[in-house]
């Protein structure tokens, strides 16, 4: 399975569409190597509705090799045939979800548990995302880590480590002293006045701290 790692992009469906697709292009031309869709839809929106949006992330994002993943509803990543579900927590019946998803991307975002990092590498998964590297509005939900255990991470597994939480370009260097193997972004991109280049500047950040695409 391709080892995933860069710019990890998260966007909200809970936004207008045109406008987000629009974004969501433009990054994917800087440069973003996953992209995640966020459970988050409007009020009784239809399962067709989704699924129709979902095939619009897709088409864009194919032509460019880069995965889709679906936040939390694996059933929803399953019927729409994305590379992948992203948990912001074990879910109930895990077994399940590796059966049915047997050779697609599974990720998990951890805060400070070390025992889940090491549950996470048992199980194999496909990466773990440290949230909230740095305070953020958009990941209030998210526990702060604290960085040691970001260091300690890499004695425990081998799965790609991404950081997340108020990453922005002007920070990243405060992260030199850490491993990973990526980020994951919202507002640093998509509330740039030009996504595509924001991704550019994020990669030229990564690059210094000698991440590769």
């Known amino acids: 399975m391709k080892w995933l790692k860069g710019i990890y992009l998260v966007i909200d469906p809970n ?12 990054a994917l031309k800087g440069g973003v190597n996953i992209v995640q869709i966020w459970n988050h839809w409007q009020p009784h929106l239809g399962r067709h509705s989704k699924l129709k949006f979902i095939s619009e992330v897709k088409a864009l994002a194919d032509p460019f090799g880069v995965p889709v993943l679906m936040h939390d ?12 579900v992203h948990f ?12 049915a998803l047997p050779t697609r991307f599974i990720g998990l975002t951890v ?5 889940l990092i090491a549950w ?9 995302s440290f949230c909230a590297v740095f305070p953020s509005s958009s990941v209030s939900s998210c526990e702060l880590i ?7 991470a890499r004695k425990i597994t081998r799965l790609p480590i991404f950081l ?3 990453i922005q370009t002007g920070n990243l260097a405060r992260l030199k002293h850490l491993s990973f193997d990526g980020i994951a972004v919202i ?19 990564l690059k210094a701290l000698e991440i590769a695409r």
């Open 15 to 26: 936004q207008e569409w045109e406008v987000l697709l629009g974004k969501l292009h433009a």
């Open 187 to 205: 507002s640093g991109i998509l509330s740039a006045a030009n996504p595509e280049e924001a991704v550019r500047q994020y990669w030229k950040k």
């Open 88 to 99: 912001d927590e074990v879910p109930d019946k895990f077994h399940l979800v590796k059966k």
């Open 73 to 84: 509803d694996w059933e929803l990543a399953l019927d729409a045939g994305l590379q992948g």
């Open 111 to 115: 805060g400070n548990d070390l025992e």
């Open 164 to 166: 997340s939480g108020g």
């Open 120 to 128: 996470a590498e048992e199980q194999a998964l496909s990466y773990i």
């Open 146 to 152: 604290d960085q040691e255990n970001i260091s300690l």
